[in-house]
Every structure is written in C-alpha cells, then in structure tokens.
C-alpha cells in the first residue's frame, strides 16, 4: 500500500538547519508530485514546499523562499527539504503528502523544534 515515512526532524537553534526527507514506497514514485506541509500547536496546517514528479517545477511558502530548498531523487523514492536559518517560527510537526488514485496519504510526520 502507499506509504510516507518522514525523518530528520530535531531540535536546533536560531540559524540552525535541518534536512528532512519523505521516503515512499507503494506506488510509481516518479510519476507524483510531493508537497511538504506543517503544522504547529494551534495552528492550521500550512503548505510548506511542493515539487513535481521530475524535480522541475518547485513551489513555496512566502515564509520559506529563501530558506527552504525541496529536492528529490527518484531514483531513492524520497523527496528532501532542506531547511536553513531556521527561525523559531517554524517549529512545527512537517509532513509530507502524495495523492495516488484521486486520494491523499500523509506520512506520520517528524517534529522540528528551534529553540532562540
């Protein structure tokens, strides 16, 4: 069955970075587009980051362009965000979504924490 399993999260300071990744399997990979989201106490989700199935369209929150940098390698089926400057601001559970056969699947998420 379709399944994301995010990694990477932790605890870092101001300036900090992070580098998550979104590992799928259960589905052709490279054929979906993969759109990290986040999601902090209290808050609604937020669209993060999205790419394409090949990599060449990338979209961002105006609060991460910058900062923020979505990659993939098909090859591994796993989309990457790579996440600099951190701010305390983005504290949040990230996840990651794919929609295969007209329904959505999320990963379980993975907690980024900074800390000022």
């Known amino acids: 069955q379709v399944q994301l399993v995010e990694s990477g999260g932790g605890s870092v300071h101001l300036g900090g970075s992070l580098r998550l990744s979104c590992a799928g399997s259960?589905?052709?990979?490279?054929?979906?587009?993969i759109i990290w989201y986040r999601q902090a106490p209290g808050k609604e989700r937020e669209l993060v980051a999205g790419?394409?199935?090949?990599?060449?369209?990338?979209n961002y929150a105006d609060s991460v362009k910058g900062r923020f940098t979505i990659s993939r390698d098909n090859a591994k089926n796993t989309v990457y965000l790579q996440m600099n400057a951190l701010k305390p601001e983005d504290t949040a559970l990230y996840f990651c979504?794919?929609?295969?056969?007209?329904?959505?699947?999320w990963g379980q998420g993975t907690q980024v924490t900074v800390s000022s």
């Open positions: 979504r794919v929609n295969v056969g007209w329904r959505d699947y």
């Open positions: 790419i394409s199935s090949d990599g060449g369209n990338k």
């Open positions: 259960g589905f052709s990979f490279d054929r979906y587009m």
